[in-house]
């Protein structure tokens, strides 16, 4: 066999069978994975089919569609109520600063008090509250935007200064 294909290349032909036989297996072990994946396929389309006809799937489908109209309905509705929520919570009262002091010293203790109370847009009042033996006087104050018309107090400007944030209150 002088005049064989395999002699004319140089390759002995021990390797072309071995290198054949070893891509043969690769090759049925690719078709074992996939006829069983195939398989798993295969029945999870049966389980999904099981039972049902078309005119079923189309019903849940038209459900489906359904349920997200109204979900999305909810969710306008929420953030409908969210915005509102904001726009009330904005012009509630929601910054403060309490400053304690002894009006009259030696009368009374700290029972005077600064309260400065803001909104979200830094207006408010101040309310000073200013007690001693014979009563107890309230003072209020506007503030607007952070100012007042009125000149405060040392108390009055460092509860407002709390309440702005500038100051941190002091830990009890």
């Not at 994946?37 to 459900?63: P, Q, V, W």
């Not at 009259?104 to 000073?128: E, H, P, Q, R």
């Amino acid at each position: 066999m002088e005049s064989s294909i395999m002699n004319n290349l140089g390759i002995d032909p021990a390797y072309v069978i071995i290198g054949l036989a070893v891509l043969t297996v690769i090759l049925l072990i690719t078709v074992i994975v996939c006829i069983i994946n195939m398989k798993k396929l295969y029945r999870r389309y049966d389980y999904f089919m099981r039972g049902k006809d078309a005119e079923t799937l189309e019903d849940i489908i038209i459900e489906q569609i359904a349920e997200i109209q109204k979900l999305k309905t909810e969710d306008r509705n929420n953030k409908d109520a969210i915005r509102t929520l904001n726009r009330n919570q904005r012009a509630s009262f929601q910054k403060c600063g309490i400053v304690h002091y002894n009006a009259f010293k030696g009368m009374g203790g700290t029972l005077s008090f600064a309260c400065a109370i803001l909104d979200y847009t830094n207006t408010g009042f101040v309310l000073n509250s200013v007690h001693s033996r014979e009563g107890c006087y309230l003072y209020l104050k506007q503030v607007d935007r952070g100012q007042t018309d009125v000149l405060l107090g040392n108390e009055e400007k460092e509860a407002l200064e709390q309440a702005l944030g500038y100051k941190e209150p002091p830990v009890m």
